[in-house]
């Protein structure tokens, strides 16, 4: 299994904003999409940190799901610009699982 961990720096003192909203609309117009959220954090030492966990197949899912997503009018038209004003920095690394792994 492929897992995008995407590790986003909020503005401050909009972490829990950005939570609620990713967890009432982001998470699920990515799960209509196809995608699987397998976990969501907040940073135990920094309040402004937030990480999630997407898992994916392969590679080709992965391009083409998340190029479908961000693609779209759900997030061009209704969450880009909301995303982009309370983030201040994001990373996204792209792991495959070992063959011990439980994911």
Known sequence: MLVEMR???LKPGRS?????W????V???????????LGTFTAVDDPDVFIYLRGFVSPAEHDRLTDAFYQ?????????ARALDMELD????????????PI
Not at 16 to 20: G, H, T
Not at 72 to 80: A, D, I, Y
């Open 72 to 80: 779209s009018p759900v997030w061009t038209e209704r969450m880009r």
């Open 16 to 20: 829990e904003e950005f939570v609620s």
């Open 7 to 9: 590790r986003y720096t």
């Open 22 to 25: 990713f967890e009432e609309e």
């Open 27 to 37: 998470r699920p117009a990515m799960e209509e999409a196809g995608m699987r959220i």
């Open 90 to 101: 994001y990373q996204v690394e792209l792991v495959r699982s070992t063959p011990g792994s």
